[in-house]
């Protein structure tokens, strides 16, 4: 299996089982993925809110004053705010670039 397999999603009928082999193999799937992004060989795609204030040096208020106007897009799973990298890189480097 190469650790640059990206995990699947299949549709699980109700009464189909899950086996162990199944298991193993997302297993090992997601930790040579995870072993990845750790040792930096790819960028996280989500970023949650700490990770966002520590990247670009703004306070926990700034980030929330940012979700509040709609400068950033995020998404709240559970109870974790979370943030497309991506989007976040672009947003911020547009205010930067433009003096905000």
Not at 37 to 66: A, H, W
Request: charged share 35%.
């Amino acid at each position: 299996m190469k650790a640059n397999d990206k995990l699947s999603t299949r549709d699980l009928h109700e009464n189909e089982e899950i086996t162990k082999r199944d298991l193993r193999e997302f297993e090992q799937r997601l930790i040579s993925i995870l072993t990845e992004i750790r040792l930096g060989r790819k960028s996280p795609k989500y970023l949650r809110s700490r990770d966002v204030c520590e990247m670009f040096n703004i306070s926990q208020s700034t980030l929330q004053n940012f979700r509040n106007s709609d400068v950033i897009p995020f998404k709240r799973i559970g109870g974790t705010l979370i943030y497309e990298a991506h989007e976040v890189e672009a947003k911020l480097q547009g205010l930067s670039d433009s003096g905000q």
